[in-house]
């Protein structure tokens, strides 16, 4: 099936050679700058009570104007993840940065802002272990995306990495997405299904073309729920959980050129609340009972899945 799904997660001008570009890109954002600094913090790159470089360094290293690193180092600071941010000395890292990744601070967020530059720190360690419980893997598939490039760039070196998924299997009536009028209608599962079908397909693909690009020992699972989950979670490294609803709403679409109502959940727009290990008594029980959640759903009730259309 890879032969027939030829995903690229790195574009040419994205490549690096000798610490340079290969072509110009255009300047980053401070939103962008935020990300990868974060980015650093949360894979221990840059350390608790570590003084941050300057911000004149800053802005050389990512091409942009001092205002967008002072940008960039204000929204870490509201994150709780610096202190000290002011316009003449560098920032430093916070004590405790963990507590406002997970803890009683941090503040959910969308899947799609939240999960990618935390599958990215994920990637920091040397054995790199993802579980993740979803409808249709969409979201991973697209936050696993900014790990790869990460790779590729040089800038994280994994030797391992094991990922296990769950899905829906294929033979059993959903829950949703469902048509309104509760009328017999395929229509909705088998967009389903086409969707899951094709992100297996790739999110396998692309992790497993790491074996032969960088050498990475990599392991892709994937096992089928005999029941349709109302929520998702991902396990990150055994030591961190991401946990969101699937809310439904009503909403239209057209599918085999016919518009349909329908009830479904937007899983992008899923808001997580993260929970870690070490970040108090709570956090820490629910990471570990999320972990044997998952662990026996993956070794009890599910099964191998059909990929096929």
């Given at each position: 099936?890879?032969?027939?799904?030829?995903?690229?997660?790195?574009?040419?001008?994205?490549?690096?050679?000798?610490?340079?570009?290969?072509?110009?890109?255009?300047?980053?954002?401070?939103?962008?700058?935020?990300?990868?600094?974060?980015?650093?913090?949360?894979?221990?790159?840059?350390?608790?009570?570590?003084?941050?470089?300057?911000?004149?360094?800053?802005?050389?290293?990512?091409?942009?104007?001092?205002?967008?690193?002072?940008?960039?180092?204000?929204?870490?600071?509201?994150?709780?993840?610096?202190?000290?941010?002011?316009?003449?000395?560098?920032?430093?890292?916070?004590?405790?940065?963990?507590?406002?990744?997970?803890?009683?601070?941090?503040?959910?967020?969308?899947?799609?802002?939240?999960?990618?530059?935390?599958?990215?720190?994920?990637?920091?360690?040397?054995?790199?272990?993802?579980?993740?419980?979803?409808?249709?893997?969409?979201?991973?598939?697209?936050?696993?995306?900014?790990?790869?490039?990460?790779?590729?760039?040089?800038?994280?070196?994994?030797?391992?990495?094991?990922?296990?998924?769950?899905?829906?299997?294929?033979?059993?009536?959903?829950?949703?997405?469902?048509?309104?009028?509760?009328?017999?209608?395929?229509?909705?599962?088998?967009?389903?299904?086409?969707?899951?079908?094709?992100?297996?397909?790739?999110?396998?693909?692309?992790?497993?073309?790491?074996?032969?690009?960088?050498?990475?020992?990599?392991?892709?699972?994937?096992?089928?729920?005999?029941?349709?989950?109302?929520?998702?979670?991902?396990?990150?490294?055994?030591?961190?959980a991401l946990f969101a609803y699937y809310t439904l709403a009503r909403r239209g679409e057209e599918i085999d050129h016919e518009y349909l109502e329908m009830y479904d959940a937007e899983g992008t727009r899923s808001m997580l609340f993260p929970f870690g290990q070490g970040a108090?008594?709570?956090?820490?029980?629910?990471?570990?009972?999320?972990?044997?959640?998952?662990?026996?759903?993956?070794?009890?009730?599910?099964?191998?899945?059909?990929?096929?259309?």
């Amino acid at each position: 099936m890879a032969g027939s799904c030829r995903v690229r997660v790195v574009e040419p001008e994205h490549a690096v050679v000798n610490g340079r570009n290969r072509s110009p890109r255009p300047p980053r954002s401070h939103r962008e700058v935020a990300d990868e600094l974060r980015s650093r913090i949360r894979s221990g790159q840059l350390r608790a009570g570590q003084r941050m470089p300057t911000q004149a360094r800053l802005a050389s290293e990512f091409g942009v104007e001092r205002g967008a690193v002072r940008q960039a180092l204000r929204i870490l600071q509201s994150e709780h993840l610096l202190v000290n941010v002011s316009k003449g000395s560098p920032a430093t890292v916070a004590d405790r940065p963990e507590l406002a990744l997970t803890g009683p601070q941090a503040q959910p967020q969308s899947t799609m802002v939240a999960l990618a530059p935390r599958i990215t720190a994920a990637f920091g360690v040397p054995h790199v272990e993802i579980d993740a419980l979803c409808l249709t893997a969409v979201s991973l598939t697209l936050a696993m995306g900014e790990a790869l490039r990460e790779i590729h760039a040089g800038r994280i070196e994994p030797a391992k990495v094991d990922v296990r998924v769950l899905l829906p299997s294929r033979d059993i009536d959903l829950a949703f997405p469902a048509p309104v009028d509760g009328q017999a209608d395929d229509r909705p599962r088998r967009r389903w299904l086409d969707q899951r079908n094709a992100q297996v397909r790739v999110l396998r693909h692309n992790l497993l073309a790491l074996r032969t690009s960088h050498g990475i020992d990599v392991r892709v699972s994937f096992r089928a729920l005999p029941f349709t989950p109302p929520v998702k979670l991902y396990l990150l490294n055994g030591s961190e959980a991401l946990f969101a609803y699937y809310t439904l709403a009503r909403r239209g679409e057209e599918i085999d050129h016919e518009y349909l109502e329908m009830y479904d959940a937007e899983g992008t727009r899923s808001m997580l609340f993260p929970f870690g290990q070490g970040a108090g008594p709570r956090d820490t029980t629910f990471v570990e009972q999320s972990r044997l959640w998952f662990d026996a759903l993956w070794g009890t009730i599910s099964s191998e899945p059909l990929i096929t259309n």
